[in-house]
């Protein structure tokens, strides 16, 4: 049975810009027939993570300018995206309340919990997102942590 992924920034940068975990999310995005989800504040997420590594010399401009075009891309072909609605940000001020999140990371799990039908394996890198992920009964896995 295919896999499915719901991918956070903290774990998709690693598809954009080789650190710690690319090689294990290069495995994930190579396996047949998986499916990827992403929630549709990570567009905006993965921006201004990529514009922070140029800003701090990491990625060069040019470099920046074809990440961004391909991560367009893959908008299209690789992935589910998952809008915000009134009910998620209801769940995301109860689970920031739960589990004393972020406001953005709260959404994440919002969107992530509306997927727990299918069985998602969350891809991240934020040690307390993925501890209140693990908490709602969520399958997790940290590529950073994956050698």
């Known amino acids: 049975m295919a896999a499915t992924y719901f991918l956070d920034t903290s774990a998709l940068v690693k598809r954009y810009h080789v650190e710690r975990g690319t090689a294990h999310l290069d495995a994930v995005f190579a396996e ?6 992403i929630a549709s504040i990570t567009i905006a997420e993965l921006t201004s993570a990529l514009v922070r590594k140029r800003e701090e010399g990491e990625i060069p401009r040019e470099a920046l300018l074809r990440i961004l075009s391909k991560f367009s891309e893959d908008l299209i072909a690789e ?5 915000i609605e009134r009910h998620h940000i209801q769940d995301a001020q109860e689970l920031i ?6 406001t953005l990371d709260s959404l994440q799990l919002s969107l992530l919990l509306v997927t727990k039908a ?8 934020d040690v307390r997102l993925l501890a209140a992920a693990r908490a709602e009964g969520i399958t997790v896995q940290d590529p950073s942590a994956i050698a």
């Not at 047949?32 to 989800?37: C, K, L, M, Q, V």
Request: charged residues 15%.
């Open 32 to 37: 047949p027939d998986a499916t990827f989800i």
């Open 79 to 83: 992935f589910w995206i998952l809008d």
């Open 97 to 102: 309340l739960r589990h004393g999140l972020r």
């Open 118 to 125: 299918l069985s998602p394996v969350f891809l991240c890198s």
